[in-house]
């Protein structure tokens, strides 16, 4: 076994070592289950799809997926480990890869845990397969997005919880960025390109699309270059902040 | 081999490891003292390639761990301060982990895991998470993943920090055991140790290497080497005696022991002279002995000179 598989193997693990993995699981599929028919209205809608499925999983993340990246290197700089790690033939970037991918997987069975779903939504109805297929590869790029700005926040403190609180309020940010609630915040004082800029950020405005089944390639190149970019500020972090 | 060569660290403006240069061969066990903040372990932070020099390079093997990181530290065994360790996890998870990230395979796998486990004496925690265990065997835990693939080159930080008096000796034991054909570096506060295991010292401070050299050549710096005590009570002309003798500096006369030391100028030896003065002087004498100066004496004195 090569080190990036062994390393993503104790990752992944770990989540299970401790009752961690399952709260989380629990609380995510309670939280779809609540969400999806009480605030999204499925029956009401009487519509043989998982929009209302879907659309509240960036709430879910924002909340959720923080709780999941806060230990990934918090608790590595807290116990020292960061510095056992670090000193095994591995390299920086495979360490850093290899932790999220553990992480990401590890959303990926709680996403895929929700298929009693998609089974409820072909049974009452004959929905498109093909765009639920869709819709859940979207969201678990967007959940990989929520992830990677957690990587990076986790690198800068050795406290979880103050991991988890900075990444809720940066995901925040990112949610809404394509909304008045944030732009207007900016609007004062950046000029004009800068606010489009930012919000062309938003994670609700990319997945607007990805919810109702259409997986266009600019939101998938989106969310990618979300986890480039916060994967790679993510190592600069652990880089300069080993000395402490 | 390693090699260090004009290695240096900078924290803010406060130059930490100041241009450290030594080679250390196979077979040799160096002894890396100094008082804390001296440097020490960000110098083996350095040569592990957790931390960039800010100049100066570390060869492992030849392997340079700036420019060839991986190589070198394929090469290197590592027990960073504290051994710290995935708390997480059982013993035996963690080290077939450890395993698995220094891509052993296979027989040799099972045979290196089977071997460190004996070796550092783990048989009866294999199955314990490590955040119980005891901080004995969490350190014995760091020395086993360290070792555990056969390394060349050993850097231990602190290998015996809050063992009791029987680890210490195991874990003393054991360096020297591995110490024929490999390097072993070891941090260390405890003068006893560099006795016991190392075959050389140095003594860092303020990031500068002050002295290198065998633990006897230490020793001798001591202002107590050669120094000759005399177990009896001073019936008031002893110390006088003693003071005229050739090469004797001072006397120090400790009444609370009984005890009148005669120290010299290094360059005599007073055993001889002073065994026959007590004999002409007939002195009530319970016994004589000759000192061999004591490290914690001469790592206090190059210590404090060079802080101040």
């Not at chain 1, 609180?165 to 995901?171: A, D, E, M, R």
């Not at chain 2, 035996?92 to 550092?120: K, P, Y």
């Not at chain 2, 010292?201 to 002295?211: E, Q, T």
Request: aromatic share 10%.
């Amino acid at each position: 076994m090569n080190a990036v598989t062994a390393l993503f193997r104790r990752e992944f693990h770990a989540y299970f070592a401790t009752p961690l993995a399952y709260i989380f699981l629990v609380i995510f599929l309670v939280l779809t289950g609540v969400f999806t028919f009480y605030l999204g209205s499925f029956y009401e809608r009487s519509q043989a799809d998982l929009e209302s499925f879907f659309t509240f999983h960036p709430w879910l993340y924002l909340f959720l997926v923080p709780a999941i990246a806060m230990r990934l290197w918090a608790e590595e700089r807290k116990s020292g480990t960061v510095e056992l790690l670090l000193t095994l033939p591995i390299s920086m970037w495979q360490a850093v890869i290899a932790k999220f991918l553990a992480a990401w997987s590890f959303i990926a069975i709680a996403l895929a845990l929700t298929f009693p779903m998609w089974i409820t939504v072909n049974y009452l109805g004959a929905p498109d397969n093909g765009a639920i297929l869709a819709a859940y590869i979207g969201s678990l790029l967007m959940a990989g997005s929520y992830l990677a700005i957690g990587v990076c926040i986790s690198a800068t403190t050795s406290s979880q919880v103050i991991a988890f609180i900075v990444t809720v309020v940066v995901c925040f940010f990112f949610t809404l960025a394509g909304y008045p609630l944030v732009l207007e915040a900016f609007r004062g004082w950046l000029p004009d390109t800068l606010v489009q800029l930012v919000a062309s950020l938003g994670f609700l405005s990319h997945f607007e699309a990805i919810k109702k089944g259409v997986l266009d390639l600019r939101d998938v190149v989106y969310f990618a270059a979300m986890i480039g970019f916060w994967l790679y500020a993510g190592a600069i972090v652990i880089d300069f902040k080993k000395a402490d | 081999m390693l090699e260090i060569e004009g290695l240096c660290k900078r924290f803010d403006e406060h130059l930490v490891v100041n241009d450290l240069s030594f080679t250390v061969q196979p077979g040799e066990v160096l002894g890396f003292l100094g008082p804390n903040g001296a440097g020490k372990s960000t110098t083996m932070k350095m040569i592990a390639g957790f931390l960039r020099p800010d100049a100066g390079t570390a060869r492992i093997g030849g392997a340079d761990i700036v420019n060839d990181t991986l190589q070198a530290q394929s090469k290197l065994g590592y027990l960073p301060e504290g051994a710290p360790a995935y708390g997480d996890m059982r013993v035996d998870r963690f080290l077939e982990f450890m395993a698995d990230m220094r891509s052993l395979r296979g027989e040799l796998r099972r045979q290196r895991l089977a071997s460190v486990v004996h070796d550092v004496h783990l048989e009866s925690v294999l199955a314990q998470r490590i955040d119980t265990l005891s901080k004995g065997f969490r350190r014995r835990v760091g020395l086993a993943q360290a070792i555990l693939h056969d390394p060349d080159v050993l850097i231990l930080d602190e290998p015996t920090d809050g063992l009791d008096p029987n680890q210490k000796h195991e874990v003393r034991k054991l360096i020297s055991n591995m110490s024929a054909e490999k390097i072993i570096v070891i941090s260390t506060h405890i003068l006893e140790e560099v006795e016991a295991v190392c075959s050389r010292a140095m003594i860092i401070a303020n990031g500068r290497l002050l002295i290198d050299g065998t633990p006897l050549e230490l020793a001798k710096r001591s202002r107590l080497h050669g120094a000759v005590t005399l177990q009896m009570k001073d019936s008031g002309e002893a110390v006088a005696a003693l003071q005229d003798l050739p090469g004797v500096v001072t006397v120090e006369n400790d009444e609370a022991l009984g005890e009148i030391t005669a120290i010299g100028n290094g360059s005599q030896n007073l055993l001889a002279s002073i065994n026959d003065l007590v004999r002409e002087r007939s002195w009530p004498v319970d016994g004589v002995y000759q000192k061999h100066g004591r490290l914690d004496e001469v790592f206090r004195s190059i210590t404090r000179e060079a802080l101040t």
